[in-house]
């Protein structure tokens, strides 16, 4: 009967803030749970660590680095990246708080339907790459693409790709205190499993194995313990494709071993390199073979895991040898509870088993049945008896010549080197004349096609197996034909567009994008294309045709260049205008009264003098209209009360005099200057009143 382990951390608040309601799944190094966020009030993936991570000497290191690359990895946002929200230690517990992604994980689609179809893998293996693009941008290397790490969300089958940043914690840390490495074995790079060394081309390996698998539905590289299949990663090329499922074309064959070449040198830079040869190969392939997926039964694979979910090596790398060392040296630290163990098969030179009778050759006859041992009869009759067996070792040893020389030659013929010609040269030829010359060496063809930047089309370029390799009399040899120089047409509208609609059109083109220097630009807005230039410098114009891949820089525009604004106070409109044109810069005038500036004449701007625009902006200036002038009232004859305020209200001020001394009768009869009819004076100026 099986045992009910109930998980301590379930229904715990860690942090106080995460309250744990189930535990999702649990792997070699973190176990996932399903929290609430009780201070936001949603639901998110909690990961945390296994205690034995912190623990000894390295613990510090580890938490260290743990929340360095949980910032590093918190930083990075794409749709397709699983979002980090939150990270800290709670006592013992190292933790992750994660987007929760409601689906299943690539592992689980490919044990339930085996193969995937050709476009939907290349749809997976597009959305990895995509997602590991962004990263890479960003200095940042996840080290363990997996299936169980692509997740499939349920309701719209997007992908997402988790967990970047805890296996390089990991690593950093016990590669400097123990010599492992640690990663999935199945998907490990060689210059991982060898070196402990990796860089973006580390994943661009682990996403070709990935995408190998679901191809074929199986795993390129099985054996019984995990240093089987790390030493056929270091060893072994990743055999095609092809060779399971015979119907793929050759353009999938060369992705994959463009993905997974040992040499990283020989795989894309980063998996923006490797995400253009992708869309490369699913733009040259044929929507029936997108459509169909390779006719194999889900598979299980062998992998040596001390965890279900999570196939992790550990591995004491001694220095695995490469082909021809004797076959390298490579130790293993297993985990806990992981016993490695290597089982070694052995056969004959010939691979089969030889039987011969028991006993021949071995026997002497007894004595006769009716005499004694040393009678003359017995002895007569015995005598030839005894050379007829003595004859059978010599016989025998000539059957046994003879057929070992007829079965020599029946080796050499069939299965040894009589059995192979070489391919003869048929490159660098028509494919009629290539077809005639494997039919005289009694060969069979089977065509290809391909792009070929060298090789005019119709010619043959590549042989598989290649010329002068060996090949069994009557076999068949893959012959490629050249479609020429794969060209594409450069889109219109891309100059005047902005940025990133200029870059999505070219990158659906299936060209390259790079940027020259930003420019300034009076029109122009800011981050739209000014100008698109091909390698050889001449105008990436529209229609045009060339090699796809080809990179279009474009230059993109800064906006309007930044310029010092110039005082135009005290000069007339016209000067002003003059003055700011030269610098760029437009005018809008307003005008205004002034009791002390000349009418005509600038009295104020906006912005001021010294301050920064940009040419195209407009500075507003404000032109004195000189002094307001105002209509006088008459206040004659008005008490001078009432002709002081009629003065107030109309916009002077006044002063009353009294000429005459007294004033009895308090009434204006005299103003300087005079009102009515028209009279005028500036605003604010004194009306002197003489009362009586």
């Not at 691979?351 to 050759?361: F, K, N, R």
């Not at 001021?608 to 004659?636: F, Y």
Request: hydrophobic share 40%.
């Amino acid at each position: 009967m099986g045992a009910t382990v109930t998980d301590p951390l379930v229904g715990r608040l860690v942090d106080g803030r995460y309250e744990v309601v189930s535990r999702l799944a649990r792997g070699g190094m973190a176990t996932v749970y399903v929290a609430v966020d009780r201070r936001l009030d949603r639901d998110v993936a909690l990961k945390v660590m296994h205690p034995h991570l912190a623990d000894g000497a390295s613990g510090a290191d580890f938490i260290a680095r743990f929340r360095r690359e949980a910032r590093t990895a918190a930083r990075l946002a794409h749709p397709g990246l699983v979002s980090v929200f939150d990270q800290g230690v709670d006592g013992e517990t190292s933790y992750l708080t994660m987007e929760l992604v409601t689906g299943v994980n690539l592992r689980h689609r490919i044990g339930e339907q085996g193969a995937l179809t050709v476009g939907e893998a290349l749809r997976i293996g597009e959305a990895v790459l995509d997602a590991l693009t962004a990263a890479h941008r960003n200095g940042l290397v996840h080290r363990d693409v997996k299936p169980e790490n692509v997740l499939l969300a349920a309701e719209d089958d997007r992908v997402k790709l988790a967990d970047f940043g805890l296996a390089r914690a990991v690593t950093e840390v016990t590669s400097t205190t123990t010599g492992t490495v640690l990663g999935t074995v199945a998907y490990l790079a060689p210059e991982l499993v060898v070196r402990g060394a990796s860089d973006a081309r580390t994943d661009v390996y682990a996403t070709g194995i990935l995408l190998y698998e679901m191809l074929t539905g199986r795993q390129p590289f099985t054996g019984a313990t995990p240093i089987q299949v790390a030493f056929q990663h270091v060893n072994s090329d990743v055999p095609a494709p092809s060779d399971l499922v015979p119907w793929l074309p050759s353009e999938v064959d060369e992705l994959v071993a463009a993905l997974t070449a040992r040499d990283p040198a020989d795989r894309p830079v980063d998996a923006g390199a490797a995400l253009a040869l992708l869309r490369r190969t699913r733009a040259a392939l044929d929507p029936v073979v997108l459509g169909r997926h390779a006719d194999v039964s889900p598979v299980v694979p062998t992998q040596h895991a001390p965890e279900s979910s999570d196939e992790d090596l550990a591995s004491a790398l001694g220095g695995l040898g490469s082909e021809g060392d004797g076959g390298g040296r490579l130790g293993v630290a297993a985990g806990r509870d992981e016993q490695v163990t290597t089982t070694l098969a052995t056969v004959n030179g010939a691979g089969s088993t030889v039987a011969l009778p028991i006993g021949l050759g071995t026997g002497a006859p007894g004595p006769t049945a009716g005499g004694s041992g040393g009678s003359p009869a017995a002895t007569d009759v015995a005598a030839p008896r005894r050379s007829r067996w003595r004859r059978w070792p010599a016989l025998l040893l000539a059957v046994l010549l003879v057929g070992g020389i007829a079965y020599g030659g029946w080796w050499y013929v069939e299965q040894g080197p009589g059995a192979y010609t070489t391919v003869p040269p048929i490159t660098a030829q028509s494919e009629q004349q290539a077809l005639a010359v494997l039919a005289s060496h009694g060969l069979h063809g089977v065509r290809t096609e391909a792009y070929d930047d060298v090789a005019p089309a119709g010619q043959v370029f590549r042989a598989n197996p290649a010329v002068g390799q060996p090949v069994r009399k009557a076999g068949t040899v893959t012959y490629t034909v050249s479609r020429g120089v794969d060209l594409v047409t450069i889109p219109d509208g891309v100059v005047g567009a902005m940025q990133a609609d200029a870059e999505k059109a070219l990158k659906a083109a299936g060209l390259a994008v790079a940027y020259g220097p930003e420019q300034w630009h009076d029109t122009a807005a800011v981050g739209s294309v000014l100008s698109a230039t091909l390698p050889d410098g001449a105008a990436a114009d529209p229609k045009t045709q060339v090699k796809r891949g080809t990179t279009v820089t474009l230059s993109l525009s800064k906006g309007p260049a930044p310029v010092t604004v110039t005082t135009v106070v005290g000069a007339t409109l016209d000067q002003a205008t003059a003055q700011l044109a030269a610098d760029g810069l437009k005018v809008a005038a307003s005008e205004a009264f002034s009791d002390t500036v000349p009418a005509g004449t600038v009295m104020d701007q906006s912005p001021k003098a010294g301050s920064t625009a940009h040419r195209g902006d407009t500075v507003q200036v404000t032109v004195s209209k000189g002094q307001e002038m105002l209509p006088v009232p008459n206040v004659i004859q008005m008490k001078a009360d009432k002709a002081t305020k009629t003065l107030q209200d109309a916009g002077f001020t006044v002063a009353v005099t009294y000429p005459l001394g007294a004033h009895p009768l308090n009434t204006v009869y005299d103003q300087t200057p005079s009102g009515g009819n028209g009279k005028t004076a500036p605003r604010g100026s004194t009306i002197t009143l003489s009362v009586v």
